[in-house]
């Protein structure tokens, strides 16, 4: 599918342009076109294009407003040293896009429109890539119900968007170690919910949690499983990672309740690579708590496309509270950060073959 490009009328110019993307923070600066394909019963997937970035006119009976129809995914775009453009696997991110939509009962979008629609809207756009330390394209796929009806039921009509967005870092001042509030009263996911689709739903369920989280002077929530409030899950965004005194690293299991983040995938066979034993197995927040005042726990960090690799340093629930390690970045996180990024942006081997150029 081709993706002729509509121009904008009136692009921002680039001085205003340069002077936005200088420090951009996260998901406020946005570039002058997305990507748009709609899908219905009748013609499928159709009317691609690249074209100016503006509100949407929508009836208030639009299903996604009522019914939260809705999936999204999160992938970066990166200007590597020779002025080359690249995505880091962002087949994965088309096939799990087609895994929320399955879950969500909307059309699955073929994977080489997912790749043609960012790859075009890169391309239109790479100037607005920062040049700073640690910059990025953000680009934010999504896939609307956007038939107009208040019956339940999946809609007969479907929007599809990506926007692109100049990206620092996640964090307000830049990366430092973060802390956490493990919520005992909230659960993100259930056996058999949405947790591992990438549904909006999902993060408005978080939002009180998070809320609360922050009231209490943390960063960030994370989330037990539901079922026995008892098994270490993840953040409201972002994956989660234990590193031991005897080099091993765990992350929780894939067990349907947790995202199956592409970072964590990434740092699961880098941890490999580098010979540390890798288990995905089950840890809970009193053992957590044990092994971080025994010392045999030395790092945890979190891990997601926004944050990259964040060190976590601090953590707390209702009536405890302990650090990790020194409080400081540990080795493990640091060398999983600098590896990471070293692939993304083209300046180490990439010898899985997960960087896909694209200019
Ligand atoms: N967990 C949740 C709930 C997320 O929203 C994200 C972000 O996309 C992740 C984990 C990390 O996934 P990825 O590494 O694919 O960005
Ligand atoms: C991402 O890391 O891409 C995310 O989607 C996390 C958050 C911004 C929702």
Redesign the pocket.
Known sequence: MDFPIVPHPAPVPASERNARIVDPGFGRVFTDHMAVVRWSEAEGWHGAEISARKPLTVDPATAVLHYAQEIFE?LKAYRLDDGGLALFRPEA?AR?FQASARRMAMPELPEDVFLGSIEALVKAEKDWIPTIDGGSLYLRPFLIASEVFLGVKPASEYLYMVLASSAGSYWKGGARPVSLWVSHDYSRAAIGGTGDA?CGG??AASLVAQQEAIRRGHDQVVFLDAAERRWVE??????IFFVFDDGSIVTPPLTGT??P????DSILQLARDAGLTVREELYSIDQWRADAESGRLVESFA????AVVTPIGKVAGPDYAFTVGSGATGQTTQRMLDTLSAIQRGRALDAHGWLRRIA
């Not at 983040?261 to 964590?264: F, L, S, V």
């Not at 891990?303 to 926004?306: E, I, Q, S, Y």
């Open positions: 999160g991110n799990r990438k999902n993060y993840e953040l409201g965004g972002m994956n947790i995202l983040g592409i970072t964590r891990c997601g496309t926004a």
